[in-house]
């Protein structure tokens, strides 16, 4: 019997079952696997989806005011109606230019805008609205050539538009483009200005009656400064130079001081203070913002909105200015330049300062300056002059030159010098204003006719030379008696900084002395150094007030925003006196000088007498001092061949110092009047002139604000309605 064949187990069946179990585990595995995403993961990737993002919006508020010392509000805000526009990370460029279009059919923007177009701009806006004919710019065999290198690319294509292109823009497309550039020029969920001068209230209800079809527009109320003081006949504000001025939105923040504004949390297109008042006191006018949380989906669409914190203006800023002294001043300056003019047309510009002496405020700060363009001549505000630029001031200081000969034992109160013509070995004569000298006079009587040799004497003497010897030698050490006087003249703040609450303030030019000898000399009658109107105020309050250097201040006090805008708030804060020093000298020599500044208005032969008003009881020191003319007509005379340029440097300045009343001193004033006349003219006393009405001002205001102050109980606002541009 043969046997049966066995037959071959086959192991398919075997490798099919462990692919099986093999695609069962994974499966079971994926399963588990979504399970646990399911039950254990799932709100968390599903709060993912649904994640938002938080983001805080800074709205801008108005700015505080300034007010004059009386409350007159000198600067304020005019509301103005706004058409903005706020960008969300979801805005691409093509919808953006949809909004624009349809708020175009709507707004006209100010031509201004559109004049700021750059050709740029319009070539970018090209590109955008002309896709198809901007793409045939390029041939796909340049593109590749360019390894099709977008950047590159849209370069050649801007290269590429043409001036008939450009052209091609109506009226229409500008006004679009001029709408897009700011849209597109705003930063994300930070509101920006379309348009907010000249906005029609058929503008403003259509716009408002349309905003569901204008995603991101949006109508609200801004601000601009408005000064409230004009000069007659004319644009410019009063205390114009002094206030500063604002960035406009389109500005922004200032591109050296971005990074510090940014880090305190201002946006880069904010409106900040970019100059003097407005930026010295940046951190008090520009208020809190208000804070809004944003709540963005992931593809940057705002879904929701909260206020967090609510803004608040920004302080009120009251100044030690009164606006109409100041007003005043301002015109008194204007008609003495003027009439100066009339025989001397190289007189330009005048400076005044006026301040308490006590108290360092500043109750006027003005100058003026003539300045030609296209052959017409006007007579602009240079109130900042009065500290950013400097004179010779010849012999206004010697009152200091005194003191400091008392000070270091040169002379004493009543030492006695011959006033005669000074002669010196291979130096040229030295002598006083009056060629054959005053004779023997004292202290008092050589500040009371302002006798050179009397200071050339005392220089002598601090120098260690007691004796004058007829054609003799100058032995003193030059430098030193200069160190000397600048240290103490310093003391009364000549030729340093007075350290006011303003930006910009220039300490003056110490002038290199020439080397002949004798001219060491006339630095004690006011030659060679330079000083600022702001620094001879400061000066002569120091001996009004009885050797007290006092720092200037232009802010008085900082109050609470107005809650109406026609109160005062609350004192947050008084700006005090700060004593910088008391100078290094006795009482009694101080007033001596007191006494001789006396003699020079209210006695006989004084330099000021008969020319200021005795029922003002002044105080003061003259001074005129030779200089070099800087002036604009050094230029037009050389270009029309009718002088050299050494013909000017027969000029002279004529200066003022003093303070009222003599016996107690309520305000002092410095007056510079730079190249008040020419060689050997006779002085016009354009300095006495504007220092007499000046005076005068200030006593007649005093007893009008007196009055109103006596009929009213509590200090109001004034100019409020103005000031915002109510009617």
């Keep these: 019997m043969k046997k049966k064949k066995r037959k071959k187990r086959s192991h398919i069946p075997f490798r099919m079952n462990m692919l099986f179990f093999a695609v069962f585990v994974l499966f079971s595995v994926l399963v588990v696997r979504l399970g646990i995403v399911q ?6 990737y599903k709060k993912e989806l649904e994640q938002t993002e938080d983001k805080t919006i800074h709205t801008s508020v108005p ?33 953006m230019l949809k909004v624009a279009r349809k708020l175009g059919e709507i707004i006209k923007v100010p031509d201004a805008d559109v004049k700021r177009l750059t050709d740029r701009d319009k070539k970018d806006f090209w590109i955008l609205t002309h896709p198809k004919a901007a793409k045939q710019l390029v041939s796909k065999a340049e593109q590749a050539k360019l390894d099709n290198d977008s950047d590159k690319i849209y370069k050649l294509q801007l290269k590429r538009i043409t001036k008939q292109d450009l052209d091609s823009m109506s009226p229409e497309d500008l006004n679009v483009l001029a709408i897009y550039s700011k849209m597109s020029a705003g930063y994300v969920l930070s509101p920006q200005i379309i348009k907010n001068t000249g906005v029609t209230n058929k503008e403003y209800a259509t716009v408002s009656e349309n ?7 949006d109508i609200t109320t801004d601000w601009e400064r408005n000064y409230v003081f004009k000069e007659a006949n004319s644009n410019d504000s009063v205390l114009g130079s002094i206030l500063g001025d604002v960035t406009t939105e389109k500005e922004g923040l200032p591109a050296d001081k971005e990074q510090y504004y940014t880090a305190r949390g201002y ?26 949380e944003a ?33 005043e001043v301002e015109k008194i300056i204007t008609d003495e330049i003027k009439a100066a003019r009339a025989s001397n047309p190289l007189v330009d510009r005048a400076f005044v300062t006026v301040m308490n002496p006590y108290t360092g405020e500043v109750l006027s700060m003005a100058g003026k300056q003539v300045v030609t363009k296209n052959g017409s001549a006007k007579i602009k505000d240079f109130a900042l002059g009065n500290m950013t630029t400097a004179y010779p001031s010849g012999s206004a200081v010697k009152g200091a030159t005194v003191l400091t000969g008392y000070q270091t034992g040169a002379i004493s109160p009543g030492s006695v010098f011959v006033d005669q013509p000074l002669h010196f070995a291979s130096t040229p004569v030295k002598k006083s204003w009056v060629t054959s000298g005053f004779g023997a006079i004292n202290d008092l009587k050589a500040l009371q006719v302002s006798s050179n040799v009397y200071m050339f004497r005392t220089v002598m003497a601090i120098g ?29 703040g000549l030729g340093v900084k007075t ?89 009694s020599y101080i007033n001596r000088v007191k006494q001789g500044f006396y003699n020079v208005v209210n006695v006989p032969h004084g330099t000021a007498y008969g020319r200021i008003d005795s029922s003002l009881k002044v105080a003061g020191k003259t001074g005129t001092a030779q200089a070099v003319y800087g002036g604009e007509l050094v230029e037009k005379y050389d270009a029309a061949g ?66 109103h102050a006596a009929n009213t109980a509590e200090p109001t606002v004034e100019n409020a309605d103005e000031a915002s541009g109510s009617n």
């Design 295 to 327: 709540k963005q989906d992931k593809k940057g669409n705002v879904i929701s909105s909260k206020v967090i914190s609510k803004g608040k203006p920004g302080s009120d800023l009251v100044l030690s200015v009164d606006i109409d002294l100041q007003k």
């Design 63 to 95: 700015r505080g005011r300034i007010l004059d010392r009386n409350y007159k509000v000198i600067v304020g805000n005019k509301a103005l109606k706004a058409i903005t526009y706020t960008r969300t990370q979801a805005d691409d460029n093509k919808k």
């Design 211 to 217: 905003l569901s079809a204008l995603p991101g527009v």
């Design 499 to 587: 350290g006011i609450d303003l930006p910009g303030e220039v300490g003056g030019y110490q002038t290199e002395v020439p080397p002949n000898s004798g001219n060491v000399l006339d630095f004690g009658i006011g030659q060679f150094d330079t000083y600022t109107a702001l620094q001879l105020c400061q000066y002569v309050s120091t001996i009004a007030n009885g050797g007290y250097r006092v720092q200037p201040h232009i802010a008085k006090e900082i109050r609470e925003p107005s809650p109406d805008g026609k109160t005062l708030g609350p004192v947050e804060k008084e700006i005090g006196t700060t004593v910088l020093n008391r100078v290094d000298m006795k009482e």
């Design 642 to 707: 009718r002088a050299h340029p050494s013909i000017w440097s027969d000029a002279w300045n004529s200066t003022f110092v003093g303070y009222a009343p003599y016996n107690h001193p309520e305000i002092a004033i410095s007056v510079v009047v730079p190249w008040s006349y020419m060689g050997g003219a006779s002085d016009p006393h354009t300095n006495l002139k504007i220092a007499n009405r000046v005076f005068k001002a200030y006593f007649n205001l005093k007893k009008k604000e007196e009055s």
């Design 267 to 292: 946006s880069r297109n904010d409106r900040v203070g970019k100059s003097y008042i407005e930026q010295q006191y940046e951190d008090v006018l520009n208020g809190e913002k208000e804070k809004v």
């Design 39 to 44: 039950i254990v993961y799932g709100q968390d």
């Design 464 to 492: 260690g030379q007691h004796n004058y010897v007829p054609n003799g030698s100058l032995n003193i050490d030059k430098m030193k008696t200069i160190r000397t006087l600048r240290k103490y003249f310093a003391q009364f």
